[in-house]
């Protein structure tokens, strides 16, 4: 048995396998994720082996009017449920918590959704989630809470970004639709601000596109898509590139605006899963070749 785990790991990819036996050895990656995620996802590529290159689109930032979130946190024993749907949600909802001294144990009578690792956030703010749905979408959520008895009868609070400066991706929008078909009673709350990064700091990073010096375009949502395309001068600049996106959803709204998605991850739980879907695109790739 101990031989097997030695064998084991030996075969799996760690920091002293070299280089060109990497799935993704010299593929230069376009990261169009948010600073705080590109960290995440950007570790990922390095360990199969890839070149990531840095180029945020959009940023996500604290909001510069809190009234509304404020009026929720304060009566936050209303809402039987309160459903996360990204990690930055998680974040901006609990620092505003302890910015008003509002203690976490408000919360302790909610129902707490989040999705897929996110819940990790969760957990590590108010050591509690009750809904990890099996599907990390929106879709999920709904077919999760569907389930339940008395489903109708719930109030639910839904802490998600205000878009600014660009047209708002239609995954929170149709999620609320989606929960109100059900009954129940839905607030959306803004809780952090999402917005698109000026062009004018990407020259080096533009150009190597436009040098075809850049192998895959990673999108892992929709609004890093949307800003992308204010960035570029035409199709030209992207369309020889192999475009990698994170999930059905951010795949669907590229799609729509045009962009021919070769790379779709089925484990949209973590980032990890989306290195791993690009990883097996090229290792089957070069045994096809």
Known sequence: MEDEQMHTQSTEIDLLTPSREL????????????????????????KQGGLPVLMPTIETCYLSNYTKLDTALLHIEEFDWIIFTSRNGITAFFHRMNDLDIPVSVVQK?????????????????????????????????????????????????????????????????????LQKLGVKVTRVPTYITQGLDASIY????NLMRQGMIDIIAFSSTAEVESFLTMVNSPSDYERYIIACFGPYTTANAQK????????????????GFADAIAEFFTLSSTSG
């Not at 010299?26 to 994720?33: D, M, P, S, Y």
């Open 23 to 46: 799935p993704l050895y010299g593929k230069r990656i376009l990261v169009t994720a948010p600073r705080n995620y590109a960290y995440r996802l950007s570790e990922q590529i390095i």
């Open 110 to 178: 909610c129902h707490l959704c989040a999705l897929g690792k996110d819940a990790e956030s969760l957990l590590s703010f108010c050591g509690k989630v009750d809904l990890i749905p099996t599907e990390s979408s929106p879709a999920g959520i709904v077919a999760e809470l569907a389930k339940l008895p008395q489903i109708n009868d719930q109030k639910m609070l839904i802490p998600a970004p205000e878009v600014v400066g660009l047209p708002e991706p239609d995954v929170v929008p149709n999620l609320i639709t989606d």
């Open 203 to 206: 020259s080096i990073e533009l």
């Open 257 to 272: 605006l045009g962009m021919n998605v070769s790379i779709v991850s089925t484990d949209y739980s973590s980032f990890e």
